[in-house]
Nanobody, 114 residues
Framework: QVQLVESGGGLAQPGGSLRLSCAAS????????MGWYRQAPGKQRELVAF???????KYADSVKDRFTISRDNAKNTIDLQMNSLNAEDTAVYYCNKYPPTGSWGQGTQVTVSS
């Protein structure tokens, strides 16, 4: 079973930026559509963005025009560039196939606070 490891989270100020990265134990990103998801305290996990094998992308309305998902097949990573962060973006961020399958990784915590 492929393992996914998320990294790049941390503390950011409102209006700031962070770049998340998802690495896989096998080269799957050119085979499957992949997504970034997030779960805020007390809320259900939600889809943030996904990218297809053809590099088409789609975003949740709440992050549109602020976040960018990309795939680097050479590095075998899925990245999420997050700009203009606000407090509502505070959550644990996960990557998984789209639609999600299998178990979830540990995620990476993103906290937006002044």
């Amino acid at each position: 079973q492929v393992q996914l490891v998320e990294s790049g989270g941390g503390l950011a100020q409102p209006g700031g930026s962070l770049r998340l990265s998802c690495a896989a134990s096998r080269k799957i990103f050119s085979i499957y559509a992949m997504g970034w998801y997030r779960q805020a305290p007390g809320k259900q996990r939600e889809l943030v963005a996904f990218i297809t094998t053809g590099s088409s992308t789609k975003y949740a309305d709440s992050v549109k025009d602020r976040f960018t998902i990309s795939r680097d097949n050479a590095k075998n990573t899925i990245d999420l560039q997050m700009n203009s962060l606000n407090a509502e973006d505070t959550a644990v961020y996960y990557c998984n196939k789209y639609p999600p399958t299998g178990s979830w990784g540990q995620g990476t915590q993103v906290t937006v606070s002044s």
